[in-house]
């Protein structure tokens, strides 16, 4: 594969992502709604890690819809499973998955399923996984183990990830070099740090993540 093209493409997909409305003013509809001869390419990404690393604010900050949740109050059935002490705030939890959806450039549309991260769940995740192209493992630094389930799951399907370290306010920044030491992470799989709350930190995750899913794809 030409890595100079993707990158090339990447980029401008990027531009053209950054100069879009914003996603909370989705009235002007895209050219492959209004055009019949025209037809999006669908392709779904998967948003996983461990329970409380940000699955469901990743998915909000960046989608053109109002994202599905499936978001309940934790009741104390929870509590004896979940280590919540650096989480202390956190008083919900998602049941089944999160839904949004983004259009990269013209004709890209990705549609992002955010997996449960509670470990009573995880049963749920061969039908989420099914059909991506991809997936974006948060990681909490405080909690790194936490996202080995994850690592494990993507390695033995053989679906191409990459790992992104949310950056919570109040908490040590570490080197990527540090991180990815930690979590044994192969060299081929990028490691970047962000923050799901921002729109573009997660557009540009998400591009990256596409990059790796192409470079990845046989011819």
Known sequence: MDSTGSDAGIEATALA???????????EA????????RAPHATKIVVAGGFGVGKTTFVGSVSEITPLRTEVVM??????REDLSAIPEKTTTTVA???GRITLDADLVLYLFGT?????????????????????????TRRLEECFPALDYFETAGL??????NHFEGTDRFEGEVVREALSLPRQ??????DARRRIAVVD?????VGRALDATPG
């Open 17 to 27: 992502v950054r100069d879009a409305p914003d996603p909370g003013h989705d009235d």
């Open 189 to 194: 799989v990028p490691l970047v740090t962000m």
């Open 116 to 140: 449960p991260g509670q470990k009573r769940f995880w049963f749920m995740w061969d039908d989420l996984v099914r059909g991506a192209i991809g997936a974006v493992v948060l990681a909490d």
């Open 97 to 99: 998955m999160d839904f």
């Open 160 to 165: 191409p990830y990459i790992v992104a370290v």
């Open 205 to 209: 995750t998400l591009l990256i993540l």
């Open 30 to 37: 895209h050219g492959w709604q209004t055009d019949r001869m």
């Open 75 to 80: 009741t104390t059935a929870a509590e004896p």
